[in-house]
């Protein structure tokens, strides 16, 4: 049989991806006889699909594979001495994906475990007090916090002896941030209450704050004989943002908002929805917690999540099962918190009826079989952080009420 030598030259296709391909007209090449055979052009076919893949994944993507996988990477300072300026003027300390160099207030440990196909770690404080009570309270943070801003609670609620819970949920802060996620409060609740299970804890005292308020809430609505009290602080979800005229916003719309996050962005927002105009130095540490995030490596898949579990927030209203909730429950409302997801995007009209805590709290508390409603008349979203002993005072009290065994 006559046989053509056939000369090939290296195209490289991306992604260290390499093939060759022959020095003739195509025509001429599919009509040799002694061509490459079918199982050799269909090894081609993918290489060549496997390349285009891999050079046109999202960059929301591609950089979670540059992101730190040790958690406390580097310390605080090594991280401040590495601070990046972004295009936006901001700077300030960078931080991994899972916030690796930001220093929590007690020892951080990792659940392992696997949901919706993928292996995922949850950061968790577990602190054990000098002299137990018998109780286990559990703290949810919220939408634009992590567990580290639960500390002054942390050690206040440890001195009177609580077993203090601590989470990262998954999507946030030191957690696992996965590409993709079916994000909903009953994961999440689940989520929860396997890490409860794996601690040996059955019985709970749950405590949420903000978007963990919502949490706290669909946690108790799915495991009501595992939640010994229920405590609500300044809990968001106490309106359906969509029913009262906020307009839906695509991921894609709340990535593209979230991409765009610097710390200024953080600090105004906060100081005029949540601290009523007002602004201290110590809120400051967790403005940079959360901005340290946009300014690492990881900055996409960080926005990324942060934009899925936005719209968990706005698809899954829980105001409308308060009236099943049958564990006695404690609001803590600060008067001046003016919170509601996406009121930016809403008419002026529509804005002036959204985040009305003095009406929202009272209507929560008359919803709520079992609950007792403590207001601070001159605190906002966060009265934890701003009154730390008018908040512990009320919040230890309330607990108190009731007993270790009920």
Known sequence: MH??????????LGAGLTVRLPRMPLRVFLLEKTSMSFRRLSLLATLSACALAATSMPAVFAASAATPASVEAQSPADQAASATTSVTGDTGPAYGAELQGFNYPAPVSQYDFTSQGVA???????????????????????????????????????DAGYRVIAPDQIGFCKSSKPEHYQYSFQQLA????????????????????????????????????????????????????????????????WY??????????????????????????SYEPWV?????????????????????????????????ELGQLSMPTLLLIGQKDTTAIAKDAAPAEV???????????????????????????????APQMQDPQAFHKALLAGLAAVPANH
């Open 120 to 158: 995922l770690h949850m950061a968790y404080m577990d602190i054990k007090p000098v002299k137990a009570n018998g109780r286990t309270a559990v703290l949810l943070h919220g939408k634009n916090f992590c567990a580290a801003t639960w500390d002054a609670t942390i050690h206040r609620l440890s």
């Open 190 to 253: 689940r989520n929860t209450h396997a890490l409860l299970q794996s601690l040996g804890v059955t019985d709970a005292t749950v405590i949420g704050h903000s978007t963990g308020g919502m949490l706290a809430i669909r946690y108790a609505l799915m495991y009501p004989r595992e939640t010994q009290q229920l405590v609500l602080v300044n809990p968001i979800g106490l309106e359906d943002w969509k029913a009262k005229g906020v307009p839906s916003l695509s991921v894609d719309q």
């Open 3 to 12: 046989r053509r030598i056939v000369r090939f030259r290296p195209e490289v």
């Open 351 to 381: 804005r002036a009826k959204l985040g009305h805590y003095p009406e929202l709290g009272k209507a929560a508390a008359k919803a709520i079989p079992h609950a007792t409603l403590v207001e601070f008349a001159e605190l906002g979203h």
């Open 288 to 320: 940079q917690m959360l901005a340290g995030m946009y300014r690492g490596p990881g900055k996409q898949i960080v926005a990324w999540n942060s934009a899925l579990l936005y719209d968990m927030i706005y698809t899954q209203p829980v105001v409308y």
């Open 256 to 281: 593209a908002r979230e991409l765009k996050t610097t710390a200024e962005s953080i600090r105004r927002y906060e100081q005029s929805t949540y601290y009523a105009g007002q602004w201290r130095a």
